[in-house]
């Protein structure tokens, strides 16, 4: 159950740079306030680009000088938008183009790309392949395949490190472009296709993504471990780093009272479409279907909404917090790290009647979105120590610890980042144990299509228990033949 260390480094080192261990890489994550970069260096000579790191989407793709939405260099200025607003052109230059032309090892193909993101920037380009990497060019550098960006309303690239895209048969995928972490596998680099992500305890703080290994002086054990879930049922591969949500609350304590809100639950009468739940290294801010975020909203009732945008305005919360529950592991977390505070916004709010001077008002740090399935950005992996592990299509979870120590640990193939049982519920941490294996634990539709289940409490405090797994699994497909 727990980790069989085969080769353990201990360094101590202030994060800053490119490290390159024994079966690991570490790589800074740069925070630039909406977004979390790496900086690339791609082609012969290395050519430097700032990119997005998203482990919610599949395709890495570099913005290029001919794209008619940037500015010519010369007209660069020093302020930098997010995202095209109202046409207007981007520097594109501040975070780094990428010229094909210009490096020696760079071959474009005939393969085109076409992607429509979150927040509906889109991307149409052509992928190429050049050797990629960070640090001093020898540090680390592999052939690798990626998008040419010639035309996107977004100013900078991404680096992809979702599960990409494949085709499955006879049970083995075949993966059409390999994300770098299985670029690193082939080439020796690291032994399990796994990574980790750490980020700083300031907003303003980076991080530190790991490739192969895990950084035990970041975290506090165990690992809680569960499995990816697959949209199109039990017998393929996830397209995405979903896992099950099987419960999210808000906990408002108003003087010596709590009330505690579920905004969804599996409970024994649960049965409808699975809720999922993406760790997204792409995203700021916390997305919640659309029926969540309205009873989200409607907890608050002085809640003023910002014109504009699909944000609200709430009075500053002080004690309230928000729990996420993971079969029967459940995160409790400080709902004032789903919110920002800035004096600025009270000038935008002052014209609400229902605005009280006296009060002070942050903005949630939530938003609605399409589908059953909710996007936890920054403010939930600043608490939690996250690894996701495509050998095993597994995620892993831990509180976060906010250190300059680092204890490279290396995942071997075969070991298990498993749960430990019965860690108290407080603050960030985690209370195992779930394992959950929607395999194993839900039933498919018939249609192949989505999961559906009666979602028994009882038979899920058995699954924690292997030995009476199979009774949990013949308890459920009982239910269903009585049904
Ligand atoms: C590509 O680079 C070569 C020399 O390195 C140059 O002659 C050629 O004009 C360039 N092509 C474009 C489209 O910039
Ligand atoms: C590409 O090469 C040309 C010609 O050497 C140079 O003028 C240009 O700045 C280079 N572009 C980049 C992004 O390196
Ligand atoms: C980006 O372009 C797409 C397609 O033209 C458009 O629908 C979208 O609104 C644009 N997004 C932004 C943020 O400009
Ligand atoms: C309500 O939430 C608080 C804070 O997380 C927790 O201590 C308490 O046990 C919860 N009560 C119920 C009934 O779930
Ligand atoms: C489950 O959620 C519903 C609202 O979706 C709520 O009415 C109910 O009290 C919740 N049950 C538990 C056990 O939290
Ligand atoms: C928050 O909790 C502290 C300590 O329990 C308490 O003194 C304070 O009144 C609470 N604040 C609010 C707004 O509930
Ligand atoms: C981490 O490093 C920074 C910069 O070197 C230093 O100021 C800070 O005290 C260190 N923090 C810890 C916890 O060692
Ligand atoms: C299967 O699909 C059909 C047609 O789309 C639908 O009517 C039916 O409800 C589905 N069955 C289940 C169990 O979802």
Same mark, same amino acid.
């Given at each position: ?13 202030? #994060? ?55 500015? /010519? ?30 490096? @020696? ?30 640090? =001093? ?35 083995? #995928? ?42 035990? #002086? ?6 809680? @471990? ?56 792409? =995203? ?6 659309? @029926? ?5 909203? =409607? ?40 919110? =920002? ?115 028994? @409490? ?17 308890? #459920?497909? /009982? ?5």
């Amino acid at each position: 159950m727990n980790h069989q260390v085969v080769a353990l480094l201990t360094i101590i080192v202030v #994060a800053s740079s490119v490290q390159v261990y024994d079966n690991a890489i570490s790589l800074p994550l740069n925070n630039h306030g909406n977004y979390l970069g790496v900086t690339a260096r791609i082609g012969t000579p290395p050519q430097s680009v700032e990119l997005l790191v998203d482990t919610g989407s599949e395709v890495s793709w570099v913005v290029i000088p001919e794209n008619p939405h940037c500015l /010519a260099p010369a007209d660069s200025k020093t302020e930098r938008d997010f995202v095209l607003r109202d046409n207007r052109l981007m520097d594109c230059h501040k975070t780094g183009v990428f010229v094909c032309n210009n490096s @020696s090892t760079c071959s474009k193909t005939k393969e085109n790309l076409f992607i429509t993101y979150g927040d509906t920037t889109t991307v149409e380009g052509v992928y190429a392949s050049d050797t990629f990497g960070f640090g =001093s060019s020898d540090e680390l550098s592999l052939r690798y395949d990626f998008g040419l960006g010639t035309n996107t309303n977004s100013s900078f690239g991404v680096f992809a490190l979702g599960i990409p895209s494949h085709t499955v048969k006879n049970g083995k #995928a075949t993966y059409t472009h390999k994300n770098f972490a299985m670029r690193l596998k082939d080439e020796d680099i690291i032994e399990r296709v796994l990574f980790s992500v750490w980020m700083n305890e300031e907003q303003t703080t980076g991080g530190e993504i790991l490739f192969g290994a895990v950084d035990r #002086a970041k975290y506090i054990p165990p690992l809680v @471990s569960m499995k990816v879930v697959s949209d199109d049922g039990a017998h393929s591969l996830p397209r995405r780093f979903d896992v099950v949500l099987s419960d999210i609350s808000i906990n408002k304590f108003t003087g010596s009272k709590v009330g505690n809100h579920s905004l969804f639950n599996m409970t024994e009468e649960y049965d409808g479409e699975l809720m999922k739940a993406l760790p997204d290294t792409g =995203s700021k801010l916390t997305y919640l279907p659309l @029926s969540l975020f309205d009873s989200l909203i =409607s907890l608050f009732d002085e809640r003023i909404p910002l014109s504009g945008s699909k944000k609200f305005a709430v009075e500053c919360p002080v004690n309230d917090t928000v729990s996420f529950k993971f079969g029967t592991s459940s995160v409790n977390l400080p709902l004032r790290d789903f919110v =920002s505070d800035r004096k600025h916004h009270h000038s935008k709010l002052s014209t609400h009647p229902k605005y009280d001077a006296s009060k002070r008002y942050c903005v949630l740090g939530f938003m609605p979105k399409d589908g059953q399935e909710v996007v936890l950005g920054h403010a939930f992996l600043r608490r939690l120590y996250t690894v996701f592990d495509l050998d095993t299509m597994q995620i892993s979870m831990a509180p976060a610890v906010y250190t300059n120590r680092s204890e490279v640990q290396p995942v071997t193939l075969h070991e298990h980042l498993d749960t430990v049982p019965d860690v108290p519920i407080d603050g960030a941490q985690l209370s195992g144990p779930a394992m959950l294996d929607p395999a194993q634990d839900f039933i498919a539709d018939t249609n192949g299509s989505f999961y559906r289940h009666r979602y028994s @409490s009882r038979a899920l405090n058995l699954i924690a228990r292997p030995s009476l797994l199979t009774v949990a699994a013949a308890v #459920a497909i /009982a239910m269903l033949i009585v049904l």
